[in-house]
């Protein structure tokens, strides 16, 4: 089974998300299933040069305005194809735009020719290499679909991954004509949405399936309060819609070996943890005393439940939790974590910006993670946790409903509880779940059990990877 997969990210090349970590580590897990997957990703500045044995396959004379090429290699384990195009991808800043975070005005214009080129790769662009599957995560590369389709070539079947339906890819329909691609494209039935141009809108409607990073967001985004304007097509499209939860990369956080912690440790020596939190003390200016420190380590949004962060820390500070905060994002987010830091010193600590390392560290410092998200469609930092023996407390909505199981009278005492959930999600039911994690960390016992019954959870992309291997499966026509 040979599959491209399409991404605007992919760990350790590029992040700003969740999806780098999937679309990084599903290709890994696939391959011990014997299917081998291509991923197709944007040439970003630096990005060819990280490449193994690198090699230009193919060429287009002219995409979207200049010449490119695909230049295929490897890092990190992964099997890369890389849309070399300067004039859509060579530019500093951020892979979505421009350093101070503008999106960049042609967007439209980088992520079509990313589907476009994924398209003629699945219709025979590369000499010798012809995919059985095409998947396309998130609205960047949602437009494949319909150049496979409308696009004159041979039709392959189409896999669409929704990991965050918030993110559409909506633009007028003044592009349209810039496409390439027939009339009958721009039709309720292709990617005209609501009287413009809609990548994922395209995708989801064209794509033989859809799925999405955990069942419970699956079931979420038919309803108009999670679907975003997508819950009528997603409803229609309910019979080729799956959930299907996301692993981790076990290798990359595993805490017996990972090199960003003070001291590596194990489920059996779970004390080392100390050490780690002695150093996260340190780095977020924490007071050393014997409170449960709780850590977020999140995009500074409204979708993250970060303002109702801001809003309840004097509380939770009041409640005897120490806080550390590792985050970018809104600005005004920012400045109201920075306020209550100043205010509440050794009690609250904030780290702007984003750090690999620094989370890492977090993960295996801190007793508990905090993240009181208003919708998740998976989440990786509750999973990252649980393998660290971080406790999680977290909102009942998407993933983080599905691979948290609370800590009530009943999962307690059968010793099958990993952390606690809360909802609805407002100040009042974080400041509750806070103060029920204080009084679950005061019971060392309970609170060992947790941690313990989180670190034998199965994080790992085994299960989820051999659903994806079944729904390929289901795909390509036998013989
Ligand atoms: P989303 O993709 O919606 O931002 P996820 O929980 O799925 O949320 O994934 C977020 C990923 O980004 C995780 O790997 C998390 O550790 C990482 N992350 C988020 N913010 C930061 C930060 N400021 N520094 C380092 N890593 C971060």
Redesign the pocket.
């Known amino acids: 089974m040979r599959v491209l997969a399409i991404a605007s990210e992919v760990f350790p090349l590029v992040?700003t998300?969740?999806?780098a970590?999937v679309t990084g580590a599903l290709p890994l897990a696939l391959r011990d299933l014997g299917v081998a997957v291509r991923t197709l990703i944007p040439g970003y500045p630096g990005i060819v040069a990280q490449l193994k044995k690198r090699k230009v396959l193919a060429g287009f004379d002219l995409l979207f305005g200049g010449k490119a090429s695909i230049v295929g290699g490897q890092a990190a384990g992964l099997d890369l194809l890389v849309l070399d195009a300067p004039h859509l991808f060579d530019r500093k800043g951020g892979p979505y735009g421009d350093a101070t975070g503008n999106d960049w005005d042609d967007n439209w214009r980088r992520y079509a020719a990313l589907g476009k080129a994924g398209a003629e790769i699945a219709g025979g662009l590369i000499p010798g290499y012809t995919p059985d599957i095409v998947h396309a995560h998130d609205w960047q590369a949602a437009m494949a679909p319909a150049y496979i389709r409308f696009g004159g070539h041979r039709p392959k079947p189409t896999v669409m991954t929704v990991?965050?339906l918030a993110f559409q890819g909506q633009f007028p329909m003044s592009i349209f004509p810039e496409l390439g691609l027939p009339a009958a494209a721009l039709s309720l039935d292709g990617i005209e949405y609501y009287g413009g141009v809609g990548f994922l809108k395209g995708g989801l409607q064209l794509a033989d399936a859809i799925t999405t990073v955990s069942p419970t967001y699956a079931s979420e985004i038919r309803a108009p309060e999670f679907g975003m304007g997508l819950d009528g097509l997603i409803r229609v499209r309910d019979n080729v819609l799956h959930g299907i939860v996301?692993g981790i990369d076990v290798d990359v956080w595993n805490p017996e070996t990972d090199g960003h912690l003070a001291a590596n440790f194990s489920a059996r020596t779970i004390g080392a943890r100390a050490r780690n939190r002695a150093a996260m003390e340190e780095r977020f200016g924490l007071d050393r005393d014997a409170a449960p420190v709780f850590c977020i380590?999140?995009?500074l949004t409204w979708?993250?439940g970060m303002d109702i962060l801001a809003g309840t820390i004097d509380d939770l500070v009041a409640m005897g939790a120490r806080i550390a905060v590792?985050?970018?994002g809104d600005q005004s987010l920012e400045g109201a974590l920075l306020a209550a830091a100043s205010r509440h010193r050794g009690r609250v600590g904030v780290v702007i910006?984003?750090?690999?390392a620094?989370?890492h560290l977090m993960q295996g410092g801190a007793d508990a993670i905090l993240i009181p998200s208003r919708f998740?469609?998976?989440?990786?930092?509750q999973l990252?946790a649980l393998r660290y023996g971080c406790v999680p407390v977290v909102a009942r909505t998407g993933g983080l409903a599905d691979t948290v199981i609370d800590a009530n009278e009943a999962a307690v005492s059968a010793r099958v509880a990993t952390g606690v959930q809360f909802s609805p999600v407002d100040a009042d039911a974080l400041i509750r779940a806070v103060r029920r994690a204080i009084a679950l960390y005061a019971d060392r016992r309970i609170w060992a059990s947790m941690q313990k019954q989180g670190m034998k959870a199965d994080v790992s992309w085994q299960k989820s990877a051999q659903r994806y291997t079944e729904l390929y499966n289901s795909l390509v026509p036998a013989g």
Do not use: A, F, V, W
């Open positions: 992040k998300g969740g999806l970590d990991h965050n996301n380590i999140s995009r979708q993250k590792l985050g970018s910006g984003y750090n690999e620094l989370s998740e469609p998976c989440g990786l930092t990252y």
